[in-house]
């Protein structure tokens, strides 16, 4: 990774920080400040993560996810596009407010790596591979977004139990709202993480089975937090508990995944 790259993701970082910085301040004050300074600050970041993944991914001549540094920073770009396109509803809530620290956090972590050299020559590359790096990101950056849909649950529902609601109440979605949310990203990481898992097994090669276990075992979680919420066999608060819980098993099999310079060359 040289200079030009480092600055690519430093210009985003710094720019979700400047998001959670204003979010805080305003309900610090309560002095209620437009919600749309920090959803751009969040375009803002959004869109140098894509120069980021555009010109790495140019360089290599493939998806840049080859160490673990450019895959934070693509999980990081998954889950802010998503948040991008979930409806205006939740992009100038206070959502941003919610996802602004976490994508700060991931760069953050991204930044405490230590990526190598990436292979910078322009060679044949498994698609298999790169299929299963690739939906297994995106379906990180919904799972994320669930993740920050169960916490403003958490803190709507707490907010409405003390009775006395304080200024973030009423500038937080509806709990159905957050509820109907928080279930539709689980669904639809879980749907791309199953074709990640599924390609997982068309690369070819020696299978690491601990690694494909561990996986399973994520998808597991998920697949049992979403049989949960179709037979209503659980409280909607325990549901939006478990998906921060079930993310930060996630978060800890990043050991297992596979990444595009694994293999080279087929």
């Known amino acids: 990774m040289n200079w030009s790259d480092r600055l690519w993701v430093e210009l985003a970082l710094t720019s979700y920080l400047t998001g959670f910085g204003y979010s805080v301040y305003s309900l610090a004050t309560e002095k209620f400040l437009t919600p749309r300074v920090t959803f751009w600050a969040i375009c803002a970041g959004f869109l140098f993560t894509t120069v980021y993944l555009f010109d790495r991914g140019h360089a290599i001549g493939r998806c840049p996810i080859t160490n673990r540094f450019e895959v ?56 298999w591979l790169e299929a299963h790096t690739s939906f297994s990101m995106v379906a990180c950056g919904a799972f994320a977004l669930a993740c920050i849909a169960g916490v403003m649950f958490l803190v709507q529902e707490r907010q409405l139990k003390t009775r006395q609601p304080s200024s973030i109440f009423y500038r937080l979605p509806p709990i159905t709202a957050l509820s109907i949310v928080n279930s539709r990203l689980l669904w639809l990481g879980f749907s791309l993480f199953t074709v990640g898992l599924a390609t997982g097994f068309l690369i070819g090669g020696r ?11 994520v998808w597991c979680v998920y697949g049992g937090i979403l049989t949960a ?18 993310f930060s098993l996630l978060l800890s099999t990043f050991w297992g995944i596979r990444f595009i310079s694994d293999r080279p060359s087929l």
Request: hydrophobic fraction near 65%.
């Open 72 to 127: 934070m920073v693509f999980m990081t770009w998954s889950m802010v596009l998503i948040y991008l396109v979930i409806g205006s509803a939740y992009r100038l809530s206070l959502m941003g407010a919610f996802t602004a620290p976490v994508a700060s956090a991931l760069l953050f972590f991204a930044f405490t790596l230590s990526p190598g050299e990436s292979v910078v020559r322009r060679i044949k590359v498994n698609p």
């Open 207 to 217: 299978i690491n089975w601990v690694q494909a276990a561990w996986s399973f075992l």
């Open 229 to 246: 919420r179709v037979r209503h066999a659980m409280a909607a608060k325990w549901l939006a508990a478990l998906s921060i819980v079930a």
